[in-house]
């Protein structure tokens, strides 16, 4: 996306990929006059694009905290819900569920990375913030042939939380298989990925205004909106989501192909294809389920959704199988489909085109419902249940630069023909061209979609209510052009998101839409200066809006990092080490609700945080990599750091209402390592 500038330092989060790999043998005793110090380099490439990316190893800004990167941030807690401060609408369209919050955590089935390794490769990394947050992954890959690599990741989060009864628990995993036939006619490529997210609601904090008491800086004490008797580590409120989803595409290509022989050894040989005509086809199977469990409800907590009189009412009291507000959403999809491809010109520069279409079947369902016994005035629990059938179509076109004098372009196009969805669309189109070597490349797009409403926010059930909401298609268009320059350290660029009919939850906690159109202009540039072994990394956002559009966006965000970067010890240890600034201007932050897992509008609330600060050390040794960070330290002397605000509750004293927030924790500091190996 335009908001961020890669530049020639590498900042990307990842894992090494290259380097001197040497096998320790001192515990053999054998002649190791055979072990050689070999290169090994680690490839991968995405889905739909023949373009080839190696990991990143730079610590340039290892330390940042992995998901919220660059303007996102939780309720406070790694793993919990995450929002974006830089206005992003939602580019899904078509039939979906709609639970977002926990996005930026999970594995996406087409965004995954397909690898080429020459050896085993493998990557454990780890985070810790002692006991309160832990985040350990571990990656394998290996070619089980030269031309067939398998890999496989998983993830696990957990965070107790460091306020009352907040806790998360997470796990994911992707699996990915990559097979080119040595002729290069025939590729398959699949994956598997599964994502459970588990969070435990609190609700928020009852009063900000002691967050500066020293009397409360154990924030365990603080009270939270969704206490109850029901356990003194574990919240009665919780929402879980659990994903798997199997995907299988394979692809024949027709063309020239040539055979060319090593000079060195005649019997080795390998192929180059020329393409001119492919047909590949493509199956996709998810099922999707979110859960949420309600054990000790106050009855004000539901005020917009129902009215119900709970034994818990409010009181704190929890009385085990009297009362609960439960409620599970599923949604099991599969889709097929069929594209034709062809080439023109070289086979380094050729322009890609395609076409095609497939069917769709999507089925949603909510339980416990009440369904009402016909020509009777009782009722049964059961399942309401909505199954559809779609067509779609499919088409693309993409032309790459083969020197600077070139434009690179490309465009792609999705539309739903028949079914519940007919008339979604999305289509995006993006040129570039480099202007000069000092200036860089410039890169305008567009991106135009028409979607219908998620199914969450279109139909909500349980044993105390069924209420359906029914919206008009949201319309997005977004523009975009900017400058990436990576001589000069400095990126520059803006966008413009023009919407219709946004459809989003209102300050009630419940499913709307705003029917005026309205734009969110954009513009964010960033510049690196380099002085000797010192840089100076600097980002700044601004973005607005028309008065009473129901988003939350801050006006003017920015990050500025002054680190000391060098090699050490004739290059055997890289060091980073320095002060990061993060701000924002004064704005009303979004609300959380979590009866819907969603972040809603809010305009009671106003925040004016001191800006957030850490320092760090980062270093590399090979291809280990490390940090220490001391993260919050704004928190030393200035403790307001309000994240977001909570749904409204009744004060259980007063019976005034009272909105609760989501507040940052205290200082603490954080490690984590990335250790890459080579079998």
Known sequence: MMCVFRPTTSIGQSIPTTGTATRDTSKYKTNTSRWKDQK???????????????PDSSIHIFHRRLFLQPWSRDLGLTGGPAYNLLFTPDYKVGPTLGYRAFDVYRFDIDSLNYYNSARPYSVFSYQTVGRNENIASILHTQNLKPNWNVAVEYRKTSNPGYYKTQRNNHDNF???????????????????????????????????????????SDRKTLNTAYESQYSTTRSSVT?????????LQHKYTFGTTDTTFDEEDTAAYSYTLTPRFSITHSTTISTEKHQYKDLAPDSMRYISLFSKSFANNGTGYYAPGIDSVYTKQNWFWADSKILLSGYLGKAENQLRFSGGAGIRYDQFSSAPTVIPIADTPYWSTGTDRHSRMSTFIEGSIRKEAANSQEWDYGASLRMFTSGNYAGNFNFSATAGKEISPTLGKFIAGINQQLG??????????????????????ESITTLSAGIESAKLKMGIGGRNHLIANYIFLNTKGLPDQYNQAF???????????????????NELVYQTTTAGTPV???????????SFEKPLFGSALRLATGVECRYNSAYAPAGYSAIYNWFSYQDNVTINNTPEMCVFVNFKVKRFRAFLMYDNLQQRFAKNAVLFTGSPVVNRTDGNAIIPVYAAPNSILRFGFSWAMNN
């Open 40 to 54: 090994s380099k680690v490839t991968f490439e995405k889905l739909n694009s023949i373009k080839t990316y190696e």
């Open 174 to 216: 992707a699996l990915t298989t990559r097979y080119k036939s040595l002729d290069k006619h025939y590729e398959l490529k699949s994956a598997l990925v599964y994502n459970k997210q588990q969070q435990d609601e609190n609700g928020g904090i009852l009063y900000d205004s002691i967050l500066t008491d020293p009397a409360y």
């Open 239 to 247: 929402n879980v989501l659990r994903e798997c989803t199997f995907m």
């Open 452 to 473: 219908s409403a998620s199914f969450s926010l279109t139909d909500y059930n349980n044993l105390h209510v069924n209420r359906s909401f029914s919206f008009g298609n």
């Open 519 to 537: 734009s969110v202009p954009q513009l964010w540039a960033r510049k690196i200066f380099k002085v000797g072994s010192f840089y100076l990394d």
């Open 552 to 562: 939350n966006i801050p006006t003017l965000m920015g990050r500025h990092q002054l």
